[in-house]
């Protein structure tokens, strides 16, 4: 949907451009904004490496395995129902760790890893859509006759396809993600950086106000959410 809508509003600006005799200052523009771009990645991976770079040898140091050790509490608070030792809250903790610390880029791996093992746990629990057909099967097997496993088999085979619903569990941390309290803003530092801001740090202060009133709102609307019957 974002191309189309993109590639609509580029469309609006030459057809304008043409309409009103403007079309050299719209590929001016547009070299422009090109060479913008290209300076814009450049201090961007500079950045990244950077950050990236550190995110590593925290992690070598044995700084993140701490820190995510620290925050089990606040996993175990937040998804009560995921066990103790499942990898889904290690990847969990690594990427509120990350986002904390601005570094969108290293969050991104931990959370794909974290949504993967959410999933795994999902089969695991036999929810439609998640529970394969053969798996099921061997569940059934294994009781003999009819069994949850085979209703499960049998509304995935009568719709044909595997529907899958996000688990409560999957929601929380998709929230949590995207309220993402940041203590160092580091994506905003560099754009202000690159585009000539006199003081590109000076949005840490409201930017760590703004992630934590996000934060702790989406905290307390999934804990709602979360003693609601259907929730």
Known sequence: MLNYIWAFMILIGVVYGAFTGKMAEVTNAALDSAGDAVSLCITMIGVMALWVGLMEIAQKSGLIAKLTRGIQPFISFLFPRIPKRHPAREYIATNLIANVLGLGWACTPAGL?????????????????????????????????????????????????????????????????????????????????????????GIIAPAIVATFVSTLTAVVYCKAKDRKPGG
């Open 113 to 201: 890893k974290a949504m993967e093992e959410l999933a795994k746990l999902e089969e695991e629990r036999g929810t439609v859509g998640y529970a394969s057909a053969d798996v099921g099967a061997e569940i059934a097997g294994g009781h003999g006759g009819k069994s949850v496993a085979d209703g499960l088999v049998d509304a995935n085979r009568r719709r044909g396809k595997r529907e899958r619903i996000a688990s409560s569990e999957m929601c929380t941390f998709l929230i949590l993600n995207i309220s993402s309290l940041q203590l160092i803003p580091v994506n905003m530092i560099a754009y202000r950086s690159q585009y000539g801001s006199v003081n590109p740090a």
